[in-house]
């Protein structure tokens, strides 16, 4: 699975000083040191689509870089092609030893580094840079597919399910308040966010069956059990109850 991919890439990266982070904007891995951005494209092998996605990343950063599986002969015509190939590109390659116990990560070309960044691009990488910064964690795997990704949109739901799981209901201002959920709070629940809230009154809410049934099944969930927590530690400091 191209998720066995991820660690062994974030491990990596975080070994040269990277906050790495997966799934963020549809990008398998990014990667952020300073002002520096790296994204990987993690794939079982080496085909057009891959290229495709890495060109595309291309938009956002000049350092971007595929990730596929260490080839069983690295003497191989094929993989001396792919390596023609990311050169010209200006792609990085990297290969991932799957069959060592280490699982060890080589580079096989290295980004040019010269590919001109867009206005849309400079946008949209804003936009990744913010996102990223704005996640608690990496709850991700890069390469995830029909999984839930946890964005930081979702967590800061997620905190607000916690909170009225202990108050029973509130307002957003309550949440806010005794929380310290976020400002957007109001909208999060006025949208109902994956129908895990009702609104029994005016501007006050509590879960629907729906969030009850998601904290009840996701509660040995990373996420869950971080803001769960967060959340019981303030009650006390809090009126709330």
């Known amino acids: 699975m191209e998720t066995d991919l991820y660690y062994p890439i974030k491990r990596y990266f975080t070994t040269l000083g990277y906050d790495v982070k997966s799934e963020v904007q549809g990008c398998d891995v990014t990667a952020v040191r300073g002002n520096e951005l790296v994204i990987v494209e993690l794939k079982l092998q080496f085909n057009v689509k891959l290229l495709h996605q890495a060109l595309e990343r291309q938009k956002l950063t000049s350092q971007v870089y595929v990730a596929v599986p260490m080839p069983k002969r690295l003497s191989s015509k094929e993989h001396t092609y792919n390596m023609e190939i990311a050169r010209r590109l200006g792609i990085g390659l990297l290969m991932v030893a799957m069959d060592s116990p280490v699982r060890h990560v080589e580079a096989a070309v290295f980004p040019d580094g010269v590919k001109a960044e867009t206005k849309a691009g400079a946008r949209r990488k804003a936009l990744l840079l913010n996102e990223a910064a704005g996640r608690t964690g990496d709850y991700n795997a890069g390469g995830s597919t029909k999984t839930m990704i946890y964005t930081v949109y979702r967590e800061k739901a997620v905190k607000i399910a916690c909170a009225l799981a202990i108050v029973g209901r509130a307002s957003a201002t309550e949440l ?64 709330c109850v």
Not at 190 to 215: C, I, M, P, Q
């Open 176 to 239: 806010i308040k005794w929380f310290g959920c976020d400002k957007r709070t109001n909208g999060i629940l006025h949208r109902n966010f994956r129908d895990w809230f009702t609104n029994v009154s005016l501007g006050v809410y509590a879960l629907s069956d729906k969030g009850v049934e998601f904290l009840r099944e996701n509660k040995d969930n990373e996420v869950v059990a971080y803001y769960k927590k967060e959340c019981e530690d303030k009650r006390g400091e809090s009126p």
